[in-house]
Nanobody, 119 residues
Framework: QVQLVESGGGLVQTGGSLRLSCAAP????????MKWFRQAPGKEREFVAAISWNGITTTYADSVKGRFTISTDNDKNTLYLQMNLLTAKGTAVYYC????????????WGQGTQVTVSS
């Protein structure tokens, strides 16, 4: 089982930036597709961004393209989500996800970190 620990959430003003981090066990990024999801109050959890196991391919939800960047630091075993030009729609709990199902593995979630964007 992969333990994921998110951090970096907080309160930010509209138009501001925030960087989320997700600490993972060593070598996690070699075997799992890493993703970020978010869940706003009263809404379903939605996909935000993903990065392939080799870090080459990234995918983003249309709503965040051009503003959010997903990346990994293999030396620090940390997944990041850089969020720029935040809007009120960015208010949500953000979850880190490790998806190993394509390789016969499991899917693991972090506990989430709250991001609140104020106007």
């Amino acid at each position: 089982q992969v333990q994921l620990v998110e951090s970096g959430g907080g309160l930010v003003q509209t138009g501001g930036s925030l960087r989320l981090s997700c600490a993972a066990p060593p070598r996690t990024f070699n075997y799992y597709v890493m993703k970020w999801f978010r869940q706003a109050p009263g809404k379903e959890r939605e996909f935000v961004a993903a990065i392939s196991w080799n870090g080459i391919t990234t995918t983003y939800a249309d709503s965040v393209k051009g503003r959010f960047t997903i990346s990994t630091d293999n030396d620090k075993n940390t997944l990041y989500l850089q969020m720029n030009l935040l809007t009120a729609k960015g208010t949500a709990v953000y979850y880190c996800n490790a998806d190993g199902r394509a390789r016969g593995g499991s899917e693991q979630w972090g506990q989430g970190t709250q991001v609140t964007v104020s106007s």
